[in-house]
């Protein structure tokens, strides 16, 4: 008898790691790398030398040394601006984290009309911050707004007159325009946690609430961390809406840093030390941002490999 000698087995060769075929991809990095360069770091290192110039906006530049930084760091309002900006930061925080973490849960469920309620809460994020200035500044007027409409007294205190009511005036309409946004990224990290874990919890008989403090918000801990990043860092880039809202006041109650470098850069015109409060914030960010992600522990990234 003649044997049939097997089929030949075709080898294929198996993929680089890069993920390419014959060789490595970083040149696809390159486009995001020259936008990232262009609109990040060249502007930074731009602000950074204006910071020891001397320079009106308008005409030449000329160098000033220190001097811009001495006129900063030695301006006595700069401690005020300071805590104003770090207690809207903390404020804001308290306000919105808790809110946005029990939205971002609720949608996440299956609710009859999730759908609708989704899109009505997400409504404010699409407004404008300074449409929203105007629109609240109008409803809280004493003499024209809602309070005196309605008739409640109340409502129709001074709001944005007195130092503490304008403070919590700003910190409300601040929560109000981001939470949809924050109340979104819990939603889809709640969508992550994996359904055995629940039905392992009712099994044992845990009800809703400790299955939320026993389960999900363990499992929301790098979620909150990035939530958490985004709310500190980006309050401190917080202008357009105090601008129009209160302008800072009533006197200076309001007067966060990004209002104080706008007030210095664009109507005393002095831009070198505008440039320097700008450089100060992105160090406060970027402070803030580290020490945020050191809390949060390993990686988020490595533990969900880990988990895999």
Known sequence: MTGLAPPAVRVRAAPSPAGGRGGSLWWMALPALAIFVAFGIVPLVGVLVLSFTEWDGIGAIHPAGFDSWRAVLTDPGLPHALWVTFLVMALSWAFQTPASLLIGVFLAGRQRYRELLAVLYFIPLLLSSAALAITYKALLDPNFGLGAGLGVPLLAQDWLGRGNLAL???????????????????QGGVRQIPVTLYEAAQIDGAGRLRQFFSITLPQLKYTIITSSTLMVVGSLTFFDLIFVLTEGGPG?????????????????????????????????????????????????STSQMEGM
């Open 168 to 186: 919590g005036v700003v910190v409300f309409v601040v929560s109000w325009q981001f939470i949809p946004f924050h109340a979104l990224i819990y």
């Open 252 to 300: 200076d109650a309001t007067r966060v840093l990004a209002l104080d470098m706008y007030k210095r850069g664009f109507q005393a015109n002095l831009m070198g030390p505008a440039s320097a409060i700008a450089v100060i914030l992105v160090l406060v960010g970027l402070a803030l941002a580290l020490l945020l992600r050191r809390l949060g522990g390993r990686d988020a």
